[in-house]
């Protein structure tokens, strides 16, 4: 066939530069995120604090609509960071240095009790197992398989191992178990639960796009190349997967945008981190109300000095100068989009639990990460990223945003109770006990059963033995 070239017009989704960036600022804490920022305005001399004004941590659209109409009843929620309960009385007090708050209203003021801790990578894996739809069974080989995950996120145990593992509670082949490992590769971070390089890197090219150039030959290139790829080069991988230099370019260019060790991006919080609140929720007139918080923060833009000085310098130095700039542009749009993303969390969490922030955990309602992706119209992982790690300030303390999520039990009326509701139930019933006479794990499932929750002896079980409540027979007590 005679080599021609040819000129033709298409669309492509391609993981830009700036949606990776978006990805990382969204999956950040706020300490972490003024950490970015802080390295981000010492590297770019085109970013610059602003110490005129503070930070409105609104979304764009939020800020000119309370700028044009400042008595309608949206105005509100502008004054929610300093306002507590509305009334104008208890002021949303400032942080300090160490991050902490004074009259702080959660019912302790011990700054140690707003330490963050740290979450393992094990961790984050077992709550989006909790939220999961499996049989008992599958979830009992799920946490074998996330037990055995290294801290890079990789499954170094081989499949016998983990069946030998399971007995004699649970028996299973290793086909079973495959077939459970590719739902915990589902999971956030992509790449989890690879049991090489070349699966890891797979796992997250899935993530991508259809249309995303070069991907099947990324694709191949993962799956066929990966161990000889440091001694082809672009030339000599062209050549082995029968492409032109420039789509072998391509390939490895979006190998390169992937992580080879996706279990470190969780669990690398220090230990002496404080809590810092990313989200304030507040009742107005009887309405739950959410706004970042932030407020205190000095304002992020562009240095207009040396914005001028591009029209002013030599190429070499504009070219320089515009490509900062153009960066700058970028992680001020993507600060801005962060906001925006937690915040329409923030209040599909409030429409779906407003039963909990009223009446406490027993009304928490089984709410899994796909609903709330369904509702504001995003994927699984991008929900899994905003709510990692972020916490909020609510009438009930400062909680974790992960707090909003549980798993559900069908109850006798055709609805479901949440498996933390059923704890505080469990926890009720067991104050409310005879000392001498304490109940048993089977006595406990028959008053949850007539209470319309019908649960087995051994979930009961579990769900004492996670609240730290000893078995009956530890429980006794002379009066």
Not at 60 to 83: F, G, H, K, L
Not at 159 to 165: F, G, Q, T, V, Y
Not at 354 to 379: D, N, Q
């Amino acid at each position: 066939m005679k080599p021609r070239l040819q000129t033709s017009l298409g669309q492509h989704l391609v993981m830009t530069p700036q949606l990776r960036q978006a990805l990382h600022l969204l999956q950040l804490s706020s300490v972490e995120l003024e950490s970015e920022i802080a390295a981000a305005v010492e590297s770019n001399p085109l970013l610059d604090w602003d110490e005129t004004a503070p930070i409105s941590t609104l979304p764009v659209s939020e800020r000119t609509r309370d700028t044009d109409d400042s008595n309608a009843p949206d105005s509100a929620e502008r004054e929610a960071a300093q306002s507590w309960e509305g009334d104008g009385d208890e002021r949303w007090p400032e942080r300090g240095a160490s991050g902490g708050h004074s009259g702080d209203r959660d019912g302790d003021s011990d700054p140690a009790d707003r330490m963050v801790q740290t979450e393992s990578l094990q961790d984050h894996l077992f709550w989006q197992l909790h939220l999961s739809t499996m049989s008992a069974r599958d979830r009992n080989i799920g946490i074998a398989l996330i037990d055995a995950i290294d801290d890079d996120g990789y499954l170094r145990e081989s499949l016998d191992d983990i069946a030998a593992a399971l007995l004699p509670e649970t028996s299973a082949n290793a086909a079973e178990i495959a077939a459970v490992l590719c739902r915990v590769q589902r999971f956030d971070p992509a790449g989890v639960g690879a049991r090489s390089l070349s699966e890891c890197l797979c796992l997250q090219l899935d993530t991508l796009p259809a249309a995303t150039p070069s991907l099947e030959l990324a694709r191949r290139a993962a799956r066929e190349q990966i161990e000889r790829l440091p001694k082809l080069g672009t030339s000599g991988l062209a050549d082995a997967l029968g492409c032109t230099v420039e789509e072998a370019a391509s390939a490895l260019q979006l190998l390169r945008s992937l992580d080879p060790r996706p279990g470190a991006q969780i669990g690398n919080v220090p230990h002496d981190n404080y809590v810092t609140p990313d989200c304030v929720i507040t009742r107005q007139n009887g309405v739950w109300r959410v706004v970042l918080a932030g407020s205190h923060a000095p304002r992020l833009t562009i240095h207009r000095g040396y914005e001028q000085m591009i029209q002013h310098c030599g190429a070499s130095d504009a070219g320089y100068l515009k490509g900062r700039l153009q960066e700058a542009r970028w992680l001020l749009k993507n600060i801005e989009a962060r906001g925006e993303t937690l915040l329409k969390v923030m209040r599909c969490l409030v429409r779906q639990q407003s039963g909990f922030l009223e009446f406490g955990k027993r009304a928490l309602r089984p709410l899994t990460l796909r609903e709330v992706a369904e509702e504001i119209g995003m994927h699984e992982s991008t929900v899994s990223r905003a709510v990692a790690r972020k916490y909020v300030h609510t009438p009930r303390g400062t909680l974790s945003l992960k707090e909003f999520f549980d798993s559900g039990v069908g109850t006798e009326g055709g609805g479901e109770a949440s498996s933390t509701a059923i704890q505080q139930m469990i926890r009720s019933l067991v104050e409310a006990e005879n000392p001498r006479k304490p109940l048993s794990d089977a006595r406990l499932a028959e008053l949850l059963k007539a209470a319309g929750v019908p649960v087995a002896r051994r979930t009961v079980a579990k769900y004492r033995e996670a609240l730290h409540i000893a078995s009956s027979h530890e429980r006794v007590r002379i009066a």
